[in-house]
């Protein structure tokens, strides 16, 4: 059964930091391109985040760049997402999903396949 499981939230103080995984069991992650997406009370999910198998390219919402990195592990079978710099905006469930076979294009966040459950990301004093 294909799987994305998430882990890695939690509370945190503005400005702290967190490091999101995602898990993949059942397919191997080489073969796909793998988006972070958050969905914050009352509003619509957006993309946060890319990384393609193919080249190791990616791609950042305008309101995590230079904040948030995003990386993969392919021996693990994981992709992570270090978030720096927290602010309460960030806060959110944040989900990990499948976008594409090997490459993340600019319109990743209008994809996801195989979506994880979700991990809580709270920034707050």
């Known amino acids: 059964q294909l799987q994305l499981v998430e882990s890695g939230g939690g509370l945190v103080q503005p400005g702290g930091s967190l490091r999101l995984s995602c898990a993949a069991s059942?397919?191997?992650?080489?073969?796909?391109?793998i988006g972070w997406f958050r969905q914050a009370p009352g509003k619509e999910r957006e993309g946060v985040s890319c990384?393609?198998?193919?080249?190791?390219?990616?791609y950042y919402a305008d309101s995590v760049k230079g904040r948030f990195t995003i990386s993969r592990d392919n021996a693990k079978n994981t992709v992570y997402l270090q978030m720096n710099s927290l602010k309460p905006e960030d806060t959110a469930v944040y989900y990990c999903?499948?976008?594409?076979?090997?490459?993340?294009?600019?319109?990743?966040?209008?994809?996801?396949?195989?979506w994880g459950q979700g991990t809580q990301v709270t920034v707050s004093s």
């Open positions: 059942g397919f191997i992650l080489d073969y796909y391109a």
């Open positions: 990384i393609s198998s193919s080249d190791g390219s990616t």
């Open positions: 999903a499948v976008v594409g076979k090997f490459t993340c294009y600019s319109d990743y966040g209008s994809r996801g396949d195989y």
